[in-house]
Each structure stands twice: as structure tokens, then as C-alpha cells.
């Protein structure tokens, strides 16, 4: 152990508990308590150290983030193991420190590695806890925070070409925050989220202690079942069950333009994606493109899919139930359920499915998204409306995403999730720009505003459902009811991600966590007049 390196860790923690209390001789005590149990050097980064910012950016997916007006941490910590993680949250306990917690960095508005509320605040970085056990014989597997989905599928397909795993679709998400806010993916029609799916978890609460789902008790392995990050304990591990998986899938991507009927096309997926075969996943990526040859632009609906199958049934399911697309046999491909995630994630097929195992993201820019889900198809006049405002803007991109299948035959109470059974698709809306100017952000900001204000009249009302996973700080503030104390604001975001499950996330929240030390600009509050 380096005496040097955890004096430097001390010396931090009373620089930044100066800010909130005076040095007592209780705090002189944390520290020896502090200085006896941290042993790990080369885990503790602060702003002098020349590799703080390389390490605060390697996760980071929403650049807008890392740009000057977001508060950066005073200091990162990378825990090696369970013990460490214990130590960091009974020390910033003891001491009043802020802590916020990153798994795989993909928070939509940043906030596991910059904070608005409470600075100074100090980055646990769960990257170095990535381990991951398949279990083939139990059907599960257990796996650490810190580690990718990408890194999680490759280890399952590794042990057996028949099991997968029903989590995201983009290879990079962290499973800390991913499968904490749901985890929608490719399969989610056959077997539900990622939260669905989930067996048990290994947590630390705010008195440092860890805790299983029998310790937790239904009430909190329910709240984190969905309920999001941020806001319980620090998640160490999820344990999920193992899902079959044909050993030949096929995917295709069709494209469709404006002057290839897209929208007479798109009409028709909408009212029929959400009851095709659940082995049958078909989205929809939406977007403004140059018509090569000519200044002008049309839009692009491409339709991506995953089938639980070979290509022959394929064929026969969507001549029966989409024959409008007409699908052909030379726009599909045949291949292992891991090379499936390789396509639906967008990599070319010359990337070898090793490249999971780097944990490296493949999608890096400045952007804002949003989120709505769909219960009533856009009739045409609607969807020329949407032709008309993504024509007009630099980079927006829309993805639709089907339900229907096992996402409406699970209760809306099941878990936090609720957006389930009557929901034809959920739309995400995303804005990407490329430069760090505020000016370029408040611009593209004004856009996906009133755009999403549009859509209202299209989406899920009272209230108008969102998905956790996608962030969005928008959300009630500019809601005219209620009064402005936080748990009035609270609830009105908290309906919208989790509907009538919010009441029992704030009872879960209050017991556990009664002082509110797991807290963020989205974190599910303490009943009114029972915390501090
Ligand atoms: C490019 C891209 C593609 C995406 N694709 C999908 C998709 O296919 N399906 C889907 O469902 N979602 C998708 N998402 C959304 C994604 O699920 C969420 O952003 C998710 O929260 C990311 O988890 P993370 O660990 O990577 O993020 P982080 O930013 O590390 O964390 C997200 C939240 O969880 C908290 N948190 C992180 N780690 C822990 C921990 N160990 N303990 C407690 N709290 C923690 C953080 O404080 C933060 O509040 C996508 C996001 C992006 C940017
Ligand atoms: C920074 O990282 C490099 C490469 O990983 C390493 O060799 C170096 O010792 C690190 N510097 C400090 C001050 O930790
Ligand atoms: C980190 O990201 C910021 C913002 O994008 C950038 O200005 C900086 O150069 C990056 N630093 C490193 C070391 O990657
Ligand atoms: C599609 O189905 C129709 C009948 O519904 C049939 O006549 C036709 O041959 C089928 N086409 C293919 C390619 O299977
Ligand atoms: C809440 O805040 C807004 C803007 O800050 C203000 O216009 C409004 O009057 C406030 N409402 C109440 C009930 O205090």
C-alpha cells in the first residue's frame, strides 16, 4: 500500500469537507477509520493529476457534457473491488461529501459525471469492476457494474451459441446504469428489459454495508428494478438470467425514401409492428438525408431488424404480416446471435466481435434527446408535419422502437418500468451537433424543443410517458401546476418515467434512504417532512 498516495486522498477529503464543516475531532476520527481500510493506490484522481482528464473523458458519451458551463468533479475515484466501494460511501458520508456514480458514462444529460446540485462533489468511476461469471448450468450470469453490455454478450456467447442476453443494443452502455433504468434492446419483444430478466443484486447502501436481494427486501430489489441510478445504493453486480437464442438469427436493414413511399409505409408499421411474431423485432431509424447529385434532401426511414430465426421463416412472416416493405431474401443476412448485436449496433461487418471486449464507444457528439411513447398511429398528415421539421434542422434523427409481444403481456406494476401494455412504439428523439459553443447548443436546443412540443398532440397524455434511461432534465420544468418545492417538481418527471409506480419509489426511497445521500437532479425523493 502507497502511505503516500492515501494521505493525498485525506488531504482531498478535508479540502473538500472544509466546505461544510469545521475540523472536528469526529472527522479526525473518519480519517484514521479512512486511513486504515483505503489500501489501493493509483484509485484516487484529482485535477493536478495529469491523467484526470483523460479518465473523465473516456466514458463520457454526451460531449455537451464535458464543456466548461457543467461542473466537473473535484476529484475521481476508481474502486478495484466491493471493499473500496464500501469505504469511498462511509467516508463522503461521514464527511458530507457529494458522491455521484458512473458504470459506463452514457447518462443522456451527464449527471454520473457532472453535478449541478451540491458542488463540490467527488466521481466514483466503476470502470475497474467489470468482472463477469456466466453460470450455464444455473442459466444466469452475474455481473459487475463497471462492465459494457457488449463485454457482458460477448462472455455469454463465448460459453454457449444458444444464450443470450436481453439488455441494449448500443454495445457501449455501462450495466450499472443501463439495466438499473430498465434495458430495452433487440429481444425485448420476446423476452422483455433487461430488468425483467433480473435474478438478484449486490448493492451498497448509504451506511456502507452490502446488501442482496434478500437483505434489500422485495420493496428496494423492485425501486432498482427499473426505478434508475442514482438513487439507492451503489450497484455492484446484477445477476440475469440467461435467455435461449436460436443458433442462426437474420437480420436486415431496408431503406426507404420519401420518393419510395416512406411515409405510406411507415403508416402501415405502425399499426402492425407492435403484433407481428415476438421473434420478429423490426425498428425504425428516421432521418434527413442529401439526395446524391442534387442540393436537396428527403427523408430516410430505415428499417432494422432482428429475427429470432432463419431467413425462410423470416421471409414468410413478413410476406404475411408487412408484405407493404417488401422484404427480400438478398436483404437479409444469416449469422450468430453475437454478430446480430455487431449489426443492430451499427458496425460494419469487417469489426471483429472481439472488438466488444475494449468497452469502447462507438458513438461520441454533442446532442439533447427526448423521449415519447406512441398508443394511437400518426395518421399521414402528421407524419408530413414531422417530414417538414426534420428537413429543416442539421442532425436530428428519430429511432422508433416497437412493443407489443412480452412487453405488454408484464404489468405495468411489475416493475417501475410501466410503459407496457397498449403502447405501439416509443419514439426517441435525438439532436447532434458537433461543436462545443454554447450558442451551437442553445440553437439546437430551441429546435428539439419545439419539436417535441409538435409531437404532443401524436404521444401518451397525462402523463406524457418517458423513459428514464433518456434523460431529460426538460421534463417538468416548465410544468404550470403544483408549487416550486422539489418534491412537487419531482413529481411531475416522476410520473412520466414511472406512471403509478412513483408513489412506491418515493416509499422505498424514504426507508432506505432517509437522509438522501444517493441523490441527483433526477433521483427519486424522500416523502416531504420525513428526510432532512
Ligand atoms: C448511444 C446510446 C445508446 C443507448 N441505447 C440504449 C438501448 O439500446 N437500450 C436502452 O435501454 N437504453 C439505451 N441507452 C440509454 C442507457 O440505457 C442509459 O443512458 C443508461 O443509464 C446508461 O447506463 P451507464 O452505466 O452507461 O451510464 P452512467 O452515465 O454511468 O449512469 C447512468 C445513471 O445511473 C447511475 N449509475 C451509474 N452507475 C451506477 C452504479 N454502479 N450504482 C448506482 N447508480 C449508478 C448514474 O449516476 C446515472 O444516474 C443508450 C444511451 C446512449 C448514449
Ligand atoms: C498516467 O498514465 C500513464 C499511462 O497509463 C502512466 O504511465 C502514468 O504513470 C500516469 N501518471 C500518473 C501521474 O498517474
Ligand atoms: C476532454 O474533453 C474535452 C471536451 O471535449 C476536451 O477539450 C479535452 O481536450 C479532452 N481531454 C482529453 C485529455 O481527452
Ligand atoms: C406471399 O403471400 C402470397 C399470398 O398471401 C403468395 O401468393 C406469395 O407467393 C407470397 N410470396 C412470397 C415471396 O412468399
Ligand atoms: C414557480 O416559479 C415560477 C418561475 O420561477 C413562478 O413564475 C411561479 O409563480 C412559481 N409558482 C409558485 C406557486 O410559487
Not at 478 to 500: C, L, P, Q
Request: aromatic share 12%; proline share 5%; net charge neutral.
Amino acid at each position: 500500500m502507497s502511505y503516500f498516495l492515501l494521505s493525498r486522498f485525506l488531504e482531498l477529503l478535508v479540502i473538500l469537507s472544509f466546505a461544510h464543516f469545521s475540523f472536528s475531532t469526529q472527522i479526525q476520527q473518519t480519517f484514521d477509520q479512512c486511513l486504515s481500510t483505503i489500501q489501493v493506490p493509483d484509485t484516487f484522481f484529482t485535477p493536478n493529476n495529469p491523467n484526470f482528464t483523460t479518465l473523465l473523458n473516456s466514458t463520457a458519451q454526451n460531449l455537451r457534457c464535458l464543456t466548461p458551463s457543467y461542473p466537473k468533479p473535484q476529484a475521481i475515484f476508481t474502486p478495484l473491488n466491493e471493499y473500496d466501494v464500501q469505504t469511498a460511501v462511509i467516508c463522503a458520508k461521514k464527511l458530507g461529501i457529494h458522491l455521484r456514480f458512473r458504470s459506463g458514462g452514457h447518462d443522456y444529460e451527464g449527471i454520473s459525471f457532472t453535478s449541478a446540485m451540491d458542488p463540490p462533489f467527488v466521481m466514483i468511476d466503476m470502470s475497474k469492476m467489470r468482472d463477469v461469471n456466466v453460470d450455464l448450468d444455473d442459466n444466469s450470469v452475474w455481473v459487475e457494474a463497471g462492465a459494457t453490455v457488449g463485454e457482458l454478450y460477448y462472455r455469454v456467447a463465448e460459453k454457449s451459441s444458444t444464450h443470450g442476453i436481453a439488455a441494449g443494443l448500443c454495445t457501449s452502455l455501462g450495466v450499472g446504469g443501463h439495466i438499473t433504468g430498465g434495458a430495452y434492446g433487440s429481444m425485448m419483444r420476446k423476452y422483455g428489459l433487461g430488468v425483467d430478466n433480473a435474478i438478484d443484486a449486490k448493492i451498497v447502501n448509504a451506511d456502507g454495508k452490502i446488501m442482496d436481494r434478500v437483505s434489500m427486501g422485495e420493496d428496494v430489489f423492485w425501486a432498482i428494478s427499473g426505478g434508475g441510478g442514482g438513487s439507492y445504493g451503489v450497484i455492484l453486480s446484477w445477476k440475469l438470467k440467461l435467455v435461449p437464442v436460436p443458433a442462426i438469427v437474420t437480420v436486415f436493414n431496408v431503406q426507404k425514401t420519401l420518393e419510395q413511399g416512406a411515409t405510406k409505409i411507415l403508416y402501415r408499421w405502425q399499426q402492425l409492428a407492435s403484433n407481428f411474431d415476438d421473434d420478429l423485432f423490426v425498428r425504425v431509424i428516421i432521418n434527413p438525408m442529401d439526395i446524391s447529385g442534387t442540393t436537396k434532401r428527403t427523408i430516410s426511414t430505415t428499417y432494422n431488424a432482428l429475427f429470432l430465426g432463419g431467413v425462410d421463416r423470416l421471409l414468410d412472416i413478413m410476406n404475411s404480416s408487412f408484405p407493404e416493405l417488401g422484404l427480400k431474401k438478398t436483404d437479409c443476412s444469416e449469422m450468430s446471435w453475437l454478430e446480430s448485436v455487431m449489426f443492430i449496433a451499427g458496425y460494419p461487418t469487417t469489426v471483429p466481435t472481439t472488438f466488444l471486449l475494449t468497452g469502447k464507444p462507438a458513438f461520441l457528439n454533442y446532442f439533447k434527446a427526448k423521449s415519447d411513447f406512441v398508443k394511437h398511429p400518426i395518421p399521414e398528415t402528421g407524419l408530413e408535419g414531422i417530414w417538414k421539421r426534420l428537413l429543416k434542422e442539421e442532425h436530428p434523427l428519430m429511432i422508433w422502437n416497437p412493443y407489443g409481444g412480452m412487453m405488454g403481456r408484464i404489468s405495468e406494476s411489475s416493475t417501475p418500468f410501466p410503459h407496457r401494455n397498449g403502447v405501439l412504439f416509443k419514439i426517441q428523439y435525438v439532436n447532434i451537433w458537433s461543436v462545443p459553443e454554447k450558442e451551437a447548443m442553445k440553437k439546437h436546443y430551441k429546435w428539439i424543443r419545439k419539436f417535441y412540443k409538435y409531437m404532443g398532440q401524436y404521444v401518451s397524455m397525462d402523463p406524457r410517458e418517458a423513459y428514464v434511461n433518456y434523460r431529460d432534465l426538460d421534463l417538468g420544468m416548465n410544468d404550470k401546476n403544483g408549487d416550486n418545492t422539489s418534491f412537487e417538481k419531482a413529481s411531475s418527471w416522476g410520473r412520466r418515467y414511472y406512471k403509478d409506480n412513483f408513489m412506491r419509489l418515493v416509499k422505498a426511497k424514504t426507508e432506505f434512504d432517509p437522509d438522501n445521500f444517493f441523490r441527483h437532479e433526477q433521483s427519486i425523493p424522500v416523502l416531504p417532512g420525513k428526510g432532512f
